[in-house]
């Protein structure tokens, strides 16, 4: 029998793995996009042509695959019907959106991916399924297993070189029998590249999320702009400096000591896999870095970020930085907020954190922490175990 897979989503991400998930024989495939008209427009387009998916691997080589999904639609109860396994490929702000939609519709020993699932996925989730998070698998990987863009709305996607390898965790419901291998069967959809690899517990992963990346480096960059347009748009991970390094490296070593002070607490749990970012980068981006000797050179020299810049708006006078970017909009509420709900949690100081949020969080209009306690008026809207009940380190792993 064939696998019944449910793609969430109608982006990159969900063009790309949706193709390549249809084009294996023994899966079907199901599209769920609730963004406005894109499961029509999709539906249209698939009418008289396969999705065609140009893979570029990492030596510049290039392969074509063709194939489509069974099914794309708006309607959460066809697009549930039957599923095996659930991928949530979207920005996470969009995620309780699919939650709420997919629950009612919910069957017991379900696999459901996070892909990536960004910080407080699994809070979050299991908070809208209720009593079903018990029959089910939440799996949550670090990030997106390629870089990868459409080309053509429902028609042409791209990825551009998978990763060497890629971090998952996933908590398994108490009364879950998943009739399939978790790690295999993702593997089997994505490819052999990047390998899979499973990190102990999904405490540790949202410590990973590298959601960490963007915000140290827009503060570094931006903290003391005089205001004044520049004629040209920064590099945004080559052009870094000492500052802005230094600040990623810091909030790294807040997290770990997080990690670190968990396992003090909490008998049998091995927080050991959450690395310096600087160690990760010399891993994930083993052959594309061409100089290592530290975590700014190691960035600068990263063949994966050619002509990546500072997200920014253009104006008659030049450029100014968009504050109201990913970067921020997804990175703090989804991001460094749940980092900094953990560690308090853990009861680690994170004055790094603490400083990047604050100035952020102006950014955005919002108010999450209040000096150094996660305390403002907007963390509901963000994902820190705390909106969700989760007060202590038991709770935090009793699932
Ligand atoms: P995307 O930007 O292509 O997502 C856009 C899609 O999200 C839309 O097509 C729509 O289906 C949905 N969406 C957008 N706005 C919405 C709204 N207001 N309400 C509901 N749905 C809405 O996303 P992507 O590039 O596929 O990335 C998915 C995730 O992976 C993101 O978290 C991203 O940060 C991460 N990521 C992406 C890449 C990449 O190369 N694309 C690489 C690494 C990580």
Sequence with gaps: PKRRILVCGGGNGAHCLSTLAASQKNSKVH?????????DRWTKLCEDSDVKLTITDLDG????????????????????????????????FAHEQYFKAIEPHFQPNTLIVGLPGQAGFEFQCRSILGDKANTCTIASLESLPWACRILEFGRHAQILGAKDSLGISYIKGKTCKLPFPIVASIQDIIGTKPKIEEIQNYIAINLMAKSMVHPP????????????????????????????????????????????????????????????????????????????????????????????????????????????YRYTTEDIPFG???????????????????????WAQKKLGKEYIVGSKLSGKDVGTARAPQSFGLKTVDELFDT
């Design 336 to 358: 460094l907020v749940v980092m900094k709900g953990i560690a308090e949690i853990a009861g680690v100081d994170t004055p790094v954190m603490d400083e990047i949020i604050l």
């Design 61 to 92: 080589s290039q392969r074509e695959q063709f194939a489509k999904p069974t099914l794309v639609t708006k309607d959460t109860e066809k697009a549930m019907c039957g599923v095996e396994i659930i991928f949530l490929v979207v920005p996470a």
């Design 217 to 324: 480096i827009l503060y570094g960059k931006w903290k003391n702009w005089d205001g004044k347009p520049l004629q040209n748009e920064p590099l945004f991970y080559q052009g870094i400096d000492e500052i802005q390094a230094d600040l990623l490296s810091q909030v790294s070593d807040e997290l770990i000591a997080t990690g670190k002070k968990l396992e003090q607490v909490k008998e049998g749990i091995d927080m050991s896999q959450v690395m310096h970012i600087y160690d990760w980068y010399k891993t994930y981006y083993k052959d594309q870095i061409t100089d290592k000797s530290c975590l700014m050179k190691a960035m600068q020299t990263n063949n994966a970020y050619d002509g990546l810049v500072h997200p920014m708006i253009k104006t008659e006078d030049g450029y100014v930085p968009n504050f109201n």
């Design 31 to 39: 599209v769920l996009t609730l963004f406005q008209d894109e499961a």
